[in-house]
């Protein structure tokens, strides 16, 4: 009883090798994502961070879903979620993720 009591106060002064937090994949995020809202400000945050790839399937996925509502921008403008992921893919061609903090909903 003595030994295991030894062994017990051992192995916790030891400490049990801490987890390292799991990365998530960009693509997964996108992957996981519905809402075009989200998936238009997810490929945003994703080519301001130099996630191209990432960026472009998240705007691609809006562009494709079957979405009957638009979206309220930054600025007032009502705009349906495949334009505005259009323009983050024209953005993301242009290279303007990475010169300037507009961003789409921004105008």
Request: no cysteine; proline share 5%; charged share 20%.
């Amino acid at each position: 009883m003595i030994t295991q009591a030894i062994i017990a106060t051992a192995m916790l002064m030891q400490g049990a090798p801490v987890a390292q937090p799991a990365v998530t994949q960009p693509v997964a995020l996108v992957e996981a994502q519905e809402d075009p809202a989200m998936l238009i400000n997810l490929g945003v945050e994703l080519a301001r961070a130099g996630e191209t790839e990432a960026a472009r399937l998240a705007f691609e996925k809006v562009r494709r879903m079957r979405i009957d509502y638009t979206l309220e921008t930054t600025d007032g403008r009502y705009v349906h979620p495949a334009d505005l992921a259009a323009q983050g893919l024209r953005m993301l061609e242009n290279g303007e993720f990475r010169s300037s903090d507009d961003t789409v909903l921004g105008g």
